[in-house]
């Protein structure tokens, strides 16, 4: 049971170009969301986050939109940058059935950005 | 700021052997997390502990894996016998606000088992 999806396994993009990395979540009670980037042989670093309450949040580069009523929510990076290339990786934070705060992940979409 | 250190980097073990994964967290940090990444998957939570106590270890097969924080600092993570479906990268991350607040990832240790 999937409840964080990217469907997207890589996308490929021209520097200078707009990233758009997108996220479809099932749980309507995930009220946090984050992204993180990841680079070969490091652990995923934070990257921006947004709470359930907002549409937009926007740091820089990085812009998340979130879409309640659609469970979507995306990550746009403008303009792209060859050091942007890595897997990024989208987040959901929940309740678990312990009852504690936990964050779910999906299974990451490879960033290509092409000089 | 030091941040998460994860030792050893990679391990090769042969199946039916244990090993041992060891994590220093942020200093400060009262809460940390053990995920297991699969090859192709995104991380999936193992354990997480508020300071030495745990808080979740509804994922963690409990027949084989075991993780213990004495202190409420440095945790280890420990998985006896090894099967090959263990192959993955192991990681540590801390956060200072429990989930929610960003965590923040070791190194991670890649473990293959042969």
């Known amino acids: 049971d999937q409840q964080v999806k990217q469907n997207s396994p890589s996308l490929s993009v021209q520097e200078g170009r707009i990233s758009i990395l997108n996220c479809d979540y099932t749980?309507?009670?995930?009220?946090?969301f984050l992204w993180y980037k990841k680079y070969p042989a490091e652990g995923p670093t934070f990257l921006i986050s947004?709470?359930?309450?907002?549409d937009k949040n926007e740091d820089g580069r990085f812009t998340v939109f979130l879409n309640k009523s659609a469970k979507h929510l995306s990550l746009h990076i403008v303009p792209s940058q060859p050091g942007d290339s890595a897997v990024y990786f989208c987040?959901?934070?929940?309740?678990?059935?312990?009852?504690?705060?936990?964050?779910?992940f999906g299974k990451g979409t490879k960033l290509s950005v092409i000089p | 700021e030091a941040g998460v250190a994860q030792s050893p980097r990679y391990k090769i073990i042969e199946k039916r052997q244990s090993v041992a994964f060891w994590c220093n967290p942020i200093?400060?940090?009262?809460?940390l997390y053990w995920y297991q990444q699969i090859l192709g998957q995104g991380p999936k939570l193992l354990i997480q502990?508020?300071?030495?106590?745990?808080?979740?270890d509804s994922q963690l097969p409990k027949d084989r894996f075991s993780a213990e924080r004495l202190k409420g600092v440095d945790s280890t993570l420990k998985i006896q016998p090894a099967k090959l479906e263990d192959s993955a990268v192991y990681l540590c991350?801390?956060?200072?606000?429990?989930?929610?607040?960003?965590?923040?990832f070791g190194q991670g240790t890649r473990l293959t088992v042969v």
């Open positions: 991350a801390s956060s200072s606000q429990g989930v929610g607040a960003e965590a923040f």
């Open positions: 749980n309507s009670m995930f009220d946090y």
């Open positions: 947004i709470s359930s309450i907002k």
């Open positions: 987040a959901a934070r929940g309740i678990s059935g312990a009852g504690s705060y936990q964050l779910t």
């Open positions: 200093s400060g940090h009262a809460t």
């Open positions: 502990f508020q300071n030495n106590g745990v808080v979740d």
